[in-house]
């Protein structure tokens, strides 16, 4: 990332040993196209006016102890220090030199950091470890989703069956009292056709009957 932050200020074109990534990169940024400049193994940490904390073996850049800001921020021995408030750092003189500068400036200014290969391990393993549990925290909302969108359709269902159900049992009731008043208004219907049948068997049983002779005269 150093390289790539030099080149686009003082090269025209991109400097040569750079990974294939920092490569596209550099061509990318040379056409104007925004990029990621994310480079795994890479730390960008913000240090404040005041004691950096920061010391590293004699003729490199590797971090040998860290103190103050620098084990507060969370760097770690073995590092090296890459980058100091925009300058890409290659000596150690480099880093002794742009850090008394910015120390002194008074204001917060960036550090890039190249880790170690145990750091870069390790942040291999917590990113594989939080893309799991995000997985498994979608996977989770997707079963819950799942198991309440089933809960609700079989309460639709039996709020639809129940309310069928009770208009069922209306309509059932509704017909069974028609038939009912159908058959109470049909049952004296004979009873009123007997009476009539029953009076005229009187007047023909009448009609037979001899007349009684006139008594004689004396």
């Known amino acids: 990332l150093a390289q790539v932050i030099y080149w686009l200020k003082h090269l025209a074109e991109p400097p040569s040993g750079l990974s ?27 240090f404040a006016m005041g004691a950096h904390g920061l010391q590293w073996k004699a003729g490199s850049t590797e971090i040998e102890r860290v103190s103050c800001q620098a084990r507060l921020l969370g760097v770690k021995p073995g590092w090296n220090i ?34 170690d290969e145990a750091s870069i391990r390790e942040d291999q393993a917590k990113a594989e470890a939080e893309k799991a549990r995000k997985q498994k925290a979608q996977e989770d909302a997707r079963r819950r989703e799942e198991a309440e969108r089933k809960i609700r359709e079989e309460a639709e269902k039996k709020r639809a069956d129940e309310l069928a159900a009770k208009k069922q049992e209306y309509w059932d009731k509704q017909n069974a009292g028609g038939v009912a008043a159908d058959v109470e208004e049909a049952a004296p219907a004979p009873a009123e056709e007997a009476a009539p049948a029953e009076g005229g068997g009187e007047a023909e049983g009448g009609g037979e009957a001899p007349a009684e002779e006139p008594p004689a005269e004396g």
């Open 82 to 115: 890459s980058m100091v408030n925009g300058v890409p750092i290659t000596e150690s003189y480099q880093a002794w030199h742009e850090l008394l500068k910015c120390k002194k400036a008074g204001v917060k200014y960036p550090v890039y950091f190249r880790k």
């Open 20 to 46: 294939a990534r920092l490569a596209l990169v550099c061509t990318k940024l040379a056409a104007g196209a925004m990029v990621d400049l994310t480079v795994p193994g890479i730390c960008k940490l913000e």
